[in-house]
């Protein structure tokens, strides 16, 4: 962050979510070109960061959205993503949440049971539209990632069982208001292990062969989300390694004639281009530990809460600072306002010594932040600051 942003941020009210548009735009200019140079789709997982002004910025470079919900697929749409580039997965949608998807004409269903499977097809036969299914299989691939975020085991509720594949393919085949456009699979989330996703396509690879064998063209191969990012080190690697990511599926996957392969990718696209922006409020010398209270919390950002995340906390000004020798550093658990134990963004931070109104940076928050805030304790609505 600049000197002179630093000093535009004074003056606003926290805490705010600062989005760094040039940061953001930079990101999904990489990812696709990396994608597009296999013919490789992305489809945004917007779960990430459903902000308008983010969405828009994305979908400017045509890619396609990944909703998890009737309200998502709207607001994908009404931000500048094509509903036929739409995907929307999730174990539980609605009848409504169906029948937006139908009426939009969006690209597939991402079918996670039987059961799901069938009121689509019954749906779709009612209002006679066209529901095009992907079958989201559970590999049982460790993500070897937070047990919270893990979602390609036989333990989670994700996808369908494989002995219920055929079943599956039957009653599409009997629906001809249905049509089987690809599988999907999806094994978690924040994955730094590129190994999983060699694991991962091994496992596509089978699951690919098995319909191939039985007749069945599949011409989309979704193979989810999941990048992970480097907290430690926001500014160092700001953007991740987008082109080793896409050459291992290129070396790993083995493709029939016509297949497309498409991502859901959420967190790489947008976490380091927020910052969850704070301000002091209290610093409270107790016996064993000092705490710099803040005036952010759980409640807009949870993730530390929720799954002990690591995200660097730094004193924005300090930046600018000049380095002196001996200059004074000191260890504060910095906390939240909220009236919780693990309203707590970070244990023994080193930190310059800190004063009431200093402004605190927590860093990467562009991703599973301002969606997962609320406004428990009755909170004050959140303020935001695009950088353009
Ligand atoms: N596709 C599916 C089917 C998903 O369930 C997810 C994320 C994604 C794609 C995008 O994954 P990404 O590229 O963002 O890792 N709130 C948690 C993360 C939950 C992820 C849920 N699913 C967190 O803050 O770490």
């Known amino acids: 962050?600049?000197?002179?942003?630093?000093?535009?941020?004074?003056?606003?009210?926290?805490?705010?979510?600062?989005?760094?548009?040039?940061?953001?735009?930079?990101?999904?200019?990489?990812?696709?070109?990396?994608?597009?140079?296999?013919?490789?789709?992305?489809?945004?997982?917007?779960?990430?960061?459903?902000?308008?002004?983010?969405?828009?910025?994305?979908?400017?470079?045509?890619?396609?959205?990944?909703?998890?919900?009737?309200?998502?697929?709207?607001?994908?749409?009404?931000?500048?993503?094509?509903?036929?580039?739409?995907?929307?997965?999730?174990?539980?949608?609605?009848?409504?949440?169906?029948?937006?998807?139908?009426?939009?004409?969006?690209?597939?269903?991402?079918?996670e049971s039987v059961e799901e499977l069938r009121v689509i097809g019954d749906l779709a036969k009612e209002h006679q539209l066209v529901g095009r299914i992907a079958l989201r299989i559970n590999p049982n691939v460790d993500a070897k990632t937070h047990h919270y975020i893990t979602t390609g085991l036989d333990e989670n509720k994700f996808g369908i069982m494989m002995h219920q594949l055929q079943t599956c393919v039957d009653i599409i085949s009997e629906n001809s208001f249905l049509e089987l456009i690809g599988l999907h699979f999806h094994v978690g989330s924040q994955i730094t292990d590129l190994n999983v996703y060699k694991r991962l396509c091994i496992k596509v690879n089978e699951w690919n062969t098995w319909f191939y064998e039985r007749g069945y063209h599949i011409p989309i191969l979704n193979l989810g989300g999941g990048l992970g990012i480097n907290y430690a080190e926001p500014d160092e690697e700001a953007i991740v390694n987008f082109s080793n990511f896409f050459y291992?599926?290129?070396?790993?996957?083995?493709?029939?004639?016509?297949?497309?392969?498409?991502?859901?990718?959420?967190?790489?696209?947008?976490?380091?281009?927020?910052?969850?922006?704070?301000?002091?409020?209290?610093?409270?010398?107790?016996?064993?530990?000092?705490?710099?209270?803040?005036d952010a919390g759980m409640t807009e950002l949870l993730r530390p809460a929720l799954y002990q995340a690591y995200h660097k906390v730094e004193l924005l000004s300090d930046k600018f600072i000049?380095?002196?020798?001996?200059?004074?550093?000191?260890?504060?658990?910095?906390?939240?306002?909220?009236?919780?134990?693990?309203?707590?963004?970070?244990?023994?931070?080193?930190?310059?010594?800190?004063?009431?109104?200093?402004?605190?940076?927590?860093?990467?928050?562009?991703?599973?932040?301002e969606v997962m805030s609320s406004r428990y304790n009755l909170r004050q609505e959140l303020s935001y600051f695009f950088k353009e």
Do not use: W
Not at 76 to 92: L, R, S
Not at 264 to 289: D, H, M
């Open 248 to 294: 291992l599926f290129h070396e790993f996957l083995d493709l029939r004639e016509n297949q497309q392969v498409h991502f859901e990718l959420g967190r790489s696209l947008v976490a380091n281009c927020g910052t969850l922006v704070s301000r002091v409020l209290y610093i409270k010398e107790g016996i064993k530990k000092n705490f710099a209270i803040l």
């Open 322 to 369: 000049e380095q002196e020798e001996g200059k004074e550093v000191t260890k504060y658990d910095v906390v939240g306002p909220i009236c919780e134990s693990s309203d707590c963004f970070g244990k023994d931070v080193l930190l310059p010594k800190l004063q009431r109104g200093d402004l605190i940076g927590i860093r990467s928050a562009g991703a599973y932040g």
């Open 1 to 111: 962050m600049t000197k002179e942003i630093i000093s535009k941020l004074a003056g606003e009210n926290t805490p705010l979510y600062y989005y760094n548009l040039p940061l953001l735009r930079e990101t999904i200019s990489v990812a696709k070109n990396a994608a597009d140079r296999y013919g490789y789709h992305i489809h945004y997982a917007i779960k990430a960061n459903n902000n308008p002004r983010v969405l828009q910025e994305i979908s400017k470079f045509g890619l396609g959205a990944d909703c998890v919900s009737g309200y998502e697929i709207e607001r994908a749409i009404d931000n500048g993503f094509k509903a036929e580039e739409v995907v929307f997965a999730g174990v539980g949608k609605t009848d409504r949440e169906i029948l937006t998807g139908l009426q939009n004409g969006i690209l597939s269903f991402n079918v």
